[in-house]
């Protein structure tokens, strides 16, 4: 009996020697592979307001020049008077990204104002929240176009210049609901799965040319957006249930700390990075029982409003308020809005899209 207890200590030891070994490995690779932004190029697509504005403030912080892209010059302009507090230099360019001329544009005049560009961050991204029977091809179309194609056109922009240079870095904001079907979004989860596929297979493919791809995958984070998403159905229930989801204490974290760990994960060029541990739990979960999954996605579906109400036309959130959307528990998203950059009006060739 002695002789076996023994054995199976040291046994334990060696598993925790490898263990141990195994990470101290990791960690001198990740001090290996980090970055100063200090002086680097820094592209943000959606950089105008939301985690993307937050994004530039804190790159910005850093010393790094950011360059952003949005569609609308009102949001751009009030962007720009933002991010100049930080005494970096920063430009601005009004592009439509899903077309990738545009986009094609907009990464030559970024490099020509503050030179070539280290880090691209694909944050651009648009929800359309809807019941099933509701739900069009335009809007899986429009998803897609924004969602993975505006992000593959800006990879697709960027990276002769980064293979040539043997230097560079690739930040896809993908979403949880990239890793785990969330009901009432099948065109955001559609989309999102397809870049949290690429970006994963991209980073196999670039890293021999000295480029680190880094999959974000957040969880809900305040960032105000819920009124700059699309509803459908009965769009003010579903506005209700998507803004007060968004401003939960217990499941959401700050887009400030969304984007501290955006940063940290690039500086080091990390694979990729789930944030806050209620979703990391929840891809585990997935992971090891998919079906179950499925079973509890089916229950919540259950809870959440039938189709009805204007069917298959698109509102925006701020036009789907009610008293229901109004209450105590949504004032974070209202505050994450204001501070946010997320007021500021759309203009008419987005507004063209609301069906």
């Known amino acids: ?27 001198v690779q990740a001090q290996r592979r980090k970055i100063d932004f200090r002086g680097k190029t820094i592209v943000i697509t959606g950089g105008s307001r939301g985690l993307g504005l937050v994004l530039a403030r804190q790159f910005a912080q850093e010393g790094a020049s ?12 009030a962007a720009i008077d933002d991010l100049r507090q930080y005494g970096t230099p920063v430009f601005a360019h009004a592009c439509d990204l899903t077309d990738r001329n545009q986009v094609e544009t907009f990464i030559m005049a970024a490099e020509e104002a503050l030179g070539p560009v280290d880090v691209l961050v694909n944050n651009a991204g648009t929800i359309i929240v809807s019941p099933f029977e509701h739900t069009t091809e335009e809007d899986f179309r429009m998803a897609m176009d924004i969602n993975f194609w505006a992000g593959f056109y800006t990879t697709e922009a960027v990276l002769p210049g980064m293979r040539q240079r043997r ?17 009432h979004l099948s065109p955001y989860v559609a989309s999102k799965f ?15 040319d000295g480029i680190y791809v880094t999959t974000i995958n957040p969880g809900l984070t305040r960032t105000g957006s819920p009124p700059n998403a699309y509803f459908k159905g009965q769009h003010e229930k579903e506005y209700a249930w998507f803004k007060t989801s968004d401003s939960l204490p217990l499941l959401t974290v700050s887009a400030e700390y969304s984007a501290s760990r955006i940063l940290d994960a690039c500086r080091y060029g990390l694979a990729e990075r789930t944030i806050s541990l209620p979703y990391k739990l929840a891809v585990a979960f997935h992971g ?35 008293e229901a959307s109004r209450t105590l528990l949504t004032i974070p998203t209202d505050d994450s809005a204001e501070a946010n950059n997320q007021q500021v009006g759309r203009k008419a060739s987005q507004e063209k899209k609301t069906k």
Do not use: H
């Open 1 to 27: 009996m002695m002789a076996s207890s023994t054995g199976g200590n040291n046994g334990l030891w060696w598993a925790l020697a490898g263990i141990g070994l195994v990470f101290a490995a990791r960690r």
């Open 66 to 77: 950011v360059a952003i892209c949005a569609r609308d010059t009102e949001e751009l302009d």
């Open 167 to 183: 230097s560079g870095r690739i930040v896809n904001i993908a979403s949880i609901g990239g890793k785990v079907p969330v009901p």
């Open 194 to 208: 397809a870049m949290v596929g690429y970006s994963e297979t991209l980073r196999a493919e670039v890293m021999k």
């Open 288 to 322: 090891l029982f998919p079906g179950l999954t499925a079973d509890l996605m089916t229950l919540a579906n259950g809870l959440l409003p039938g189709p009805g109400g204007i069917g298959s036309r698109r509102k925006l959130g701020q036009e789907s308020e009610s």
